[in-house]
């Protein structure tokens, strides 16, 4: 029978950071590039993002210009991203429930 290693997740500076196979799922799903999913799954397992988190990650080069994008992608499906100022970048529990559904199901993780 064929035994499947759990997923490595890879951490950079503390913030959790999505597998390959994540990556891919979501590029398929919602018509992003790698970077806007990346940024996307960093939005999915945590609460809230501030613009030196996703910095300090270096997934994007212009935080701002990358949200812009993402925002206008994702609320084709129905999905927001919300901000205020000096708080950072976040979606709904709805939302954010929506997309680990969805990467469950694509990725295969258990629920």
Not at 21 to 38: H, I, M, S
Not at 54 to 59: D, Y
Not at 72 to 88: D, L, P
């Amino acid at each position: 029978m064929l035994q499947v290693e759990p997923v490595q997740y890879l951490q950079i500076r503390g913030t959790l950071m999505a597998t390959d196979d994540e990556v891919f799922a979501l590029q398929k799903r919602y018509d992003v590039t790698p970077v806007l999913a990346k940024l996307l799954y960093l939005m999915v397992v945590n609460d809230r993002v501030t613009t030196q988190d996703v910095e300090a990650t270096g997934v994007v080069g212009d935080v701002r210009v990358s949200i812009h994008r993402l925002r206008k992608i994702m609320s084709e499906h129905g999905i927001e991203v919300r901000s205020a100022y000096r708080a950072g970048y976040w979606l709904s529990d709805e939302d954010r429930a929506k997309l680990k559904e969805v990467l469950d199901y694509l990725v295969g993780n258990e629920p």
